[in-house]
């Protein structure tokens, strides 16, 4: 029988640890840096908090019974309805195209 090697070589070992000492270095200048930065300059990840709001005004704003409300008119629907298509008005929208319908699928 031939003379099997199932152990790993000198030249993989020294790859491994050549790659683990490589991550150890890039990971100690990392912290270095981040270590010598201002606090300040580091990214937040919410922003800051605001203020109380002011102690004075303890009660809710005032409601004022019978106020008035916007005067605009209320949007009127895409499509009108049947009677208002009659009278003459007129889709905001084009129609919409037909679907496409595919053969039926048959059954095995």
């Known amino acids: 029988m031939a003379d099997v090697r199932t152990g790993i070589s000198k030249g993989d070992?020294?790859?491994a640890a050549m790659l683990i000492v490589a991550g150890l270095a890039?990971?100690?200048?990392?912290?270095a840096e981040i270590k010598a930065r201002d606090a300040q300059?580091?990214?937040q990840?919410?922003?800051p908090l605001q203020g109380s709001p002011p102690v004075g005004k303890d009660e809710p704003a005032e409601a004022k019974p019978g106020g008035t409300r916007p005067t605009t008119p209320a949007p009127e629907p895409a499509r009108p309805d049947v009677e208002a298509q009659k009278d003459?008005?007129?889709?905001?929208?084009?129609p919409a195209p037909?679907?496409?319908?595919?053969p039926p699928i048959?059954?095995?």
């Open 26 to 31: 890039i990971s100690g200048l990392s912290l």
């Open 41 to 43: 300059q580091l990214a």
């Open 88 to 94: 003459g008005a007129k889709a905001a929208l084009p």
């Open 13 to 15: 070992w020294l790859l």
């Open 45 to 47: 990840a919410t922003p």
């Open 106 to 108: 048959k059954d095995k």
């Open 98 to 102: 037909a679907e496409k319908v595919a």
